[in-house]
């Protein structure tokens, strides 16, 4: 079947019988994609700020960021300009983790996310709550090279890979849904891959 835009619905399989989502192929290569250029950031004034409907505001500096429960998971990465790379060992800190911190209030139910450099992407809460969502430092077992998003990085497996935001500097909670960077510029607000939600004007 195809949809409006030509492309087959189906679901694909890779050469290990793993499923890819509609419309991508898969590569061990790991490209760089940024708009912009990769900021400079001293790690001595890294800062990441947990702020809006939060009970109380939060700033982490980066020793204490990384003294937050580590977690280590295996994740697939879906960019939208088709390519898929299944297998990645990411290392940080939990979604769920940082929440325990920062108490949002009952009204946040959109968060957020902020980076160096001015990019941001917004996601519901309740995707974000899934258990393999985190805040990551460390990529293929190194630490994350600035052009992928170092010193840090958001990871979102089950959404295209411009909600990973790179480089992030704080998390917004919000009762509103707000469009981020390329979700004003015609991206899908949702951006699951799994149902082909690339661009605002997709079927879905
Ligand atoms: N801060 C920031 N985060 C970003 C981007 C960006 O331009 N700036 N690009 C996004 C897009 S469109 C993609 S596909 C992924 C790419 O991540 P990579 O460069 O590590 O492959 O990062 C996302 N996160
Ligand atoms: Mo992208």
Redesign the pocket.
Known sequence: MLNKLGRTTEINQDIEGREVPPGQFVTDK???????PTPEIDINEWKFRIFGLVDGEVTLDWKQFNELPQTTLDAEFH???QWSNLHNTWEGVLFNDILKLAQPKAEAKFVMLH?Y?G?TTNLPLEIVQDDDVLFAHSHQEKPLEP???GPL?FVVPKRY??K????VNGLEFMAEDKPGF?EVRGYHNAGDPWKEERFSDDLT
């Not at 990973?164 to 480089?167: E, F, G, N, T």
């Open positions: 790991f490209p760089v994609l940024s708009y912009g960019c939208v300009t980076c450099g990019y052009k992928h998003g990085r890979a411009w990973s935001a790179k480089w390329w």
